[in-house]
């Protein structure tokens, strides 16, 4: 292992860290009561550690939030081989979920506790473009596209922000079971 692993291993080791202390501390606490020594000080980290790697909390909560915009956007990106409209939304839900079921300890406390929009902005960004993407290449309806999208997207994205609300009380295959029936097989 040459230098620059090590260097970039403690970065990542860093952020985890700081990221985790600042997960934790809003299950008990709004984004806007944190200060960044509580943050540090949960981590273990001294701030000038932190001031190195963020300006303060709020590219800490953006970092954090572009980090499971890569990871959610990857995950749709896998959605390719679906024949048919309501396949490929039940996908883009089922991802979603998947998504935020492994990312709960973010999601639960920031729309729960902060009602911090930029979470949610992050995910309906992400979605939006994957649906906008999609209908380009496919949609053969005479409905207009961005309709077709806003249509899907404010389903989707709704269902997904409230079964967080209400802190996943679904199955996640249930919700699956229920948009099954919902959905049209085409547009």
Do not use: Q
Not at 20 to 47: P, Q
Not at 92 to 98: E, F, K, P, Q
Not at 138 to 154: A, C, Q
Request: proline share 2%; hydrophobic share 35%.
């Amino acid at each position: 292992m040459d230098m620059h692993e090590k260097t970039d291993l403690r970065i990542l080791k860093t952020k985890k860290s700081l990221y985790a202390s600042l997960l934790e501390l809003l299950e008990n606490h709004t984004f806007e009561e944190i200060k960044v020594s509580e943050i540090c000080s949960k981590a273990l980290i001294n701030r000038s550690t932190f001031y190195t790697h963020f300006e303060d909390k709020y590219s800490l909560l953006d970092s954090l939030i572009k980090d499971l915009k890569t990871n959610l956007v990857s995950g749709l990106r896998e959605n390719k081989n679906i024949s048919n409209s309501k396949e490929y939304y039940l996908e883009v839900i089922n991802i979603l979920l998947t998504h935020v079921e492994k990312e709960k300890n973010f999601y639960i406390p920031i729309v729960t506790n902060n009602r911090n929009s930029i979470a949610m902005d992050m995910i309906y960004d992400a979605l939006k473009e994957d649906i906008e993407n999609r209908l380009k290449k496919e949609n053969k309806s005479e409905i207009p596209n961005d309709f077709v999208s806003n249509f899907y997207l404010g389903a989707i994205s709704y269902v997904g922000i409230e079964w967080l609300r209400n802190k996943c009380n679904y199955p996640k295959e249930k919700i699956i079971e229920y948009l099954e029936r919902l959905i049209p097989k085409d547009i």
